[in-house]
């Protein structure tokens, strides 16, 4: 495969980027530096289009099931909270479940969602907590997004996200993950390491989905 430099890395700003693949019409890169993997910018959806797409999602916050699909970051991430602890919950989606589960445990959050609870004024505020779950996979402009809610955290606060980490390389091409159309950023153990790296955070990785950020106090 000939490595040509297309794009810098939407996400760590790197030059050291490749194109990965053309799959069903659609151009990924890599970034080498971080490992993130992302669906060329002249490719996304249009905003309405997209909108369309979150409409269809079944995200009941009464669903049992969606709630023990949550659970995969709700558990490991309450256990760090104090009582009373104030969260954010970023990219909550027309049906906001994680909101519900952490106020079921004494805690209060705020909600923001670009099509959804398009409220600006959310990140004047600083929580001990954020969440973001199956939201970074959508994101067009992640290093923006992610520094803003590290910016948002209190000294000693915990950022956790939430979404499928990439197998492999090889992988990538035939990976169901891949296929969502709203899927356009796609992340590995090492992505968010980097990450971690430049805020001087410590990170914990739970199974192939969750990453915990904690601010040294």
């Known amino acids: 495969m000939k490595l040509t430099n297309l794009l810098d890395c939407i996400l760590c700003s790197s030059t050291n980027t490749y194109r990965l693949c053309l799959v069903d019409g659609y151009r990924y890169m890599h970034c080498r530096y ?13 905003p309405a289009v997209e909108k369309s797409r979150y409409l269809t999602h079944e995200n009941d916050p009464k669903d049992l099931a969606y709630q023990n699909f949550l659970r995969q970051l709700v558990a490991p991430l309450e256990k ?89 390389i090889d992988e990538f091409p035939d990976w169901y993950y891949r296929r969502e159309d709203t899927h356009v950023t796609f992340y590995s153990p090492k992505t968010f390491q980097v990450l ?20 040294r106090p």
């Open 34 to 46: 971080c490992d993130v993997i992302f669906l060329d910018p002249r490719q996304r959806l249009d």
């Open 80 to 168: 760090k909270l104090q009582p009373n602890s104030y969260g954010l919950d970023f990219g909550s989606g027309p049906g906001p479940a994680l909101h519900v589960m952490f106020e079921e445990k004494g805690h209060r959050m705020s909600l923001y969602d670009p099509f959804f609870a398009d409220n600006p004024s959310v990140f004047d505020s600083q929580y001990d907590f954020i969440t973001s779950t199956e939201t970074a996979e959508h994101l067009y402009h992640p290093r923006e997004e992610f520094d803003r809610l590290w910016s948002c955290l209190k000294p000693g606060g915990f950022l956790g996200i939430m979404t499928l980490f990439v197998p492999s």
């Open 196 to 215: 971690a790296d430049r805020w001087g955070a410590e990170l914990e990785l739970i199974g192939d989905r969750v990453a915990i950020f904690h601010k």
